[in-house]
């Protein structure tokens, strides 16, 4: 069964802290894994995505991380601020057919002051 | 702005109504999408445009209905509103069906049903 699960499920930390956020899946024919960033009350926004051959992506303060091998990915968060609260969810896309997307429930994180 | 937007934003309503969620996209997109995500945040889909043909229908009460009078837009009805269509409601647009291509999200639409 294509599944997402991440964890975990929610998690405060001070501002200036790093973080790592863990995405693990089933999915399969795997072709691609995104990571979005859900700010309250708005839509989720893509920070990036990972296909089967890269390892490690960075946009900034958020780097990504895929181990095709044993199907984690991780966003990693350095020196958070306080604009980094948000959800962040992780999407894993498969090669076929017409619903080829399989949503993680999210990570809520909150940094604090 | 080039955007994807959603009207409402919110809709506070009585069960047994029915309610419309317009979504327009100025990108350029084929393909539209309405999510539902729920209390604890999971989102999931409902139903899926590409060039105004249906390629997605979850398993979704026939009291939802979509229609998509060209490829900019993808409105939401929703028939005889019950407690449980509680949710926010988002859009979404992308270039194609790939799964690869991302995903430009509206700012969603607060439905409560009391």
């Known amino acids: 069964k294509n599944q997402v699960e991440q964890s975990p499920q929610s998690l405060i930390i001070l501002e200036g802290k790093n973080c790592t956020l863990q995405?693990?899946?089933?999915?399969?024919?795997?072709?691609?894994l995104r990571w979005y960033k859900q700010d309250t009350g708005r839509g989720p926004v893509s920070l990036t995505i990972?296909?089967?051959?890269?390892n490690t992506k960075s946009n900034g303060r958020y780097t990504a991380t895929l181990d095709a091998d044993t199907k984690q990915s991780s966003l990693h968060i350095t020196a958070s601020q306080l604009s980094d609260s948000a959800s962040y969810i992780c999407?894993?896309?498969?090669?076929?057919?017409?619903?080829?997307?399989?949503f993680g429930t999210g990570t809520r994180l909150t940094v604090i002051p | 702005d080039t955007a994807v937007s959603q009207t409402p934003k919110y809709l506070v309503t009585q069960m047994g109504n029915d309610k419309s969620i317009k979504c327009e996209q100025n990108?350029?997109?084929?393909?539209m999408y309405w999510y539902k995500q729920d209390s604890k945040k999971f989102l999931k889909i409902m139903f899926s445009?590409?060039?105004?043909?249906?390629?997605i229908n979850e398993t979704v009460p026939n009291r939802f209905s979509p229609k998509s009078p060209d490829k900019a837009h993808l409105n939401l009805h929703i028939n005889s509103l019950e407690l449980g269509d509680s949710a926010v409601y988002f859009c979404?647009?992308?270039?194609?069906?790939?799964?690869?291509?991302?995903?430009?999200f509206g700012p969603g639409t607060r439905l409560t049903v009391l």
């Open positions: 990972m296909t089967f051959s890269e």
């Open positions: 990108l350029g997109h084929d393909t």
């Open positions: 995405c693990n899946y089933t999915v399969s024919p795997f072709s691609n």
């Open positions: 979404a647009s992308s270039l194609g069906t790939s799964g690869y291509n991302e995903q430009f």
């Open positions: 445009y590409n060039n105004k043909e249906l390629i």
């Open positions: 999407v894993v896309s498969v090669e076929t057919g017409a619903n080829n997307l399989f």
